[in-house]
């Protein structure tokens, strides 16, 4: 047996269907003490990269994983422990982590879970999700996104809610018929995944686009939503980059999508050639470009932004069950999509404005964005 004093760090499990990950520089050394929150390593999954912080203070002690090597997901990549732990109870349990990555994944590791589908108004729209117990909280993505945007916050929330995610109209999975783009018709989505779900009540959480998407579904039946959580969230000022929004919509190649998609991140090299080869696939499917363009002509009046949300958050805040609807927004400080002063704009909210994030808080500062969604819920309850 070991000292019950050594904490293991583990391979994270970022996405409902990630079952390795892999090292590609580790951020500490043994010996070093580290603190919660500090960065421990760049992890590169089939999805994105992102950086692990530390769960818990300590001393790291032992580094067990190496860089390049595939490790299973829950599988222990670092031990930290105290001084006083000795090298042999540390030898023991390296050795017992290192059987454990050298076997690779199991054969009856689960898998992603089965894709569902919700009947709206004629159109399929397609959502996926974990946990079993606790409130539903609904993720809802943003322009060009999908359900997988919520790869590093889903599971980790799955522990204690209902923990779903939605593909909208013309986007992932889903039916790519978005009509005429309208708000509404992206809030039907919404509404008929909960009415799938049996969901009376539920938290929203919504980036970009899918911000005012939540904020129509919650003008639309205020006692229906628990509370809002918007990160970036669309239609709190006039000013946008079009250039984004417009390029996206546009880009045909991997050359051309790039440098598009690096304007969402803070940290450039979290975009991978698998993120924009998936955007690339997802946008030569058919119906995708007339669906993003129509989507185009909501989200834009011109140069300008032609969604007015705060509008929505007035019609949301004031009638829900128990009172207004707790609202929460978050925004990268380095946002190059939706400038972040906007935030002051979402009268009544709480305001996370996070350090080295830009349009992608959710994934390039997941644990402060999961800390943000975890209070608004906890006001509500």
Known sequence: MTDD???????????????????????VAEGEDVKAGDDLADIETEKISGTLEAADAGTVRRIIARVGEDVPVSGTIALLAPPGVSDADLDAAVAQARAVIEAGVPEDAAGAPE???????GRKISFAGAGEDGDVVLFVHGFGGDRNSWLFLQEPLAARFRAYALDLPGHGASTKDV??????????????????LGAARAHLVGHSL??????????????????????????????????????????????????????????????????????LAYKRLDGVDEALHALLGVLLDGDAQGVNSAALLTAAGGTGAGGAVPVTVVWGRDDRVIPAAQAEAVTGADRHLIDRAGHMPHMERPAEVQAAIEQTIARAT
């Open 115 to 121: 894709l569902q589908t919700a009947d709206v108004a």
């Open 179 to 196: 009509g005429e783009g309208t708000l509404g018709v992206l809030a039907d989505a919404v509404t008929g995944v909960l009415d799938a």
């Open 210 to 279: 899918g911000g005012a998407v939540a904020l129509a579904a919650a003008a639309r039946d205020p006692a229906r939503i628990a509370s809002l959580t918007l990160i970036a969230p669309a239609g709190f000022g006039t000013e946008i980059n079009v250039g984004y929004l417009r390029g996206f919509a546009d880009a045909q190649s991997r050359r051309e999508l790039k440098p598009v998609v690096a304007q969402l991140f803070a940290d450039e090299h979290l975009v991978t050639r698998q993120l924009v080869d998936d955007l």
């Open 5 to 27: 004093r050594i904490v293991p760090v583990t391979m994270p499990k970022w996405g409902l269907s990630m079952q390795l990950g892999k090292i590609t520089a580790w951020a």
